[in-house]
């Protein structure tokens, strides 16, 4: 005997598969292969992630994050926000067109920081990826101990 249970889950599955990808029955992939494709941009850094070393309190270090837009439309990244006030990024507001590289530049100000740091900076953009994680690393060491 088949549960009551079994019957309402097999109905709810057969309703989700014939009402497509948009939620409307009868459109499904149809409507979505006659859209043109207007492409999409995608954002590749060469790295993530960069990491100082050790530094001295009260340095001002910087890095350069390179990417490349490896999609088919032009690329905007629409902002950077750090997880810090002592982070500053730097970027080229201009659009990126395919096959093309940009650059974020990152400055640490290092004043009043102490010990291991790691700081994020969240990039925004139109590319198919919108938000993509940088991080940057640092041992801050106090004057007196250099």
């Not at 990808?21 to 149809?30: S, V, W």
């Not at 590749?44 to 070393?53: I, L, S, V």
């Not at 490349?68 to 810090?84: E, H, K, V």
């Not at 010990?115 to 640092?138: C, D, E, F, H, M």
């Amino acid at each position: 005997m088949i549960s009551r249970n079994i019957i309402v889950i097999i109905a709810i599955l057969s309703f989700l598969a014939g009402s497509g990808c948009n939620g409307r029955p009868g459109k499904g992939m149809t409507s979505m292969q006659s859209s043109p494709d207007t492409g999409k941009a995608v954002i590749a850094f060469t790295q993530n992630e960069h990491d100082f070393g050790k530094v001295t309190e009260g340095e001002k270090v910087a890095c350069i994050f390179t990417f490349r837009n490896t999609g088919t439309a032009s690329l905007f990244i629409t902002s950077a926000i750090t997880s810090c006030g002592c982070t500053v990024p730097e970027y080229d507001t201009k659009p990126i067109p395919p096959d093309a590289s940009g650059q974020l530049e990152v400055v640490f100000d290092t004043s009043g920081r102490e010990g291991i740091q790691t700081k994020t900076i969240t990039v925004r953009s139109n590319a198919a990826n919108p938000v993509v994680l940088l991080q940057i690393k640092a041992e801050v060491l106090t004057k007196s101990n250099n």
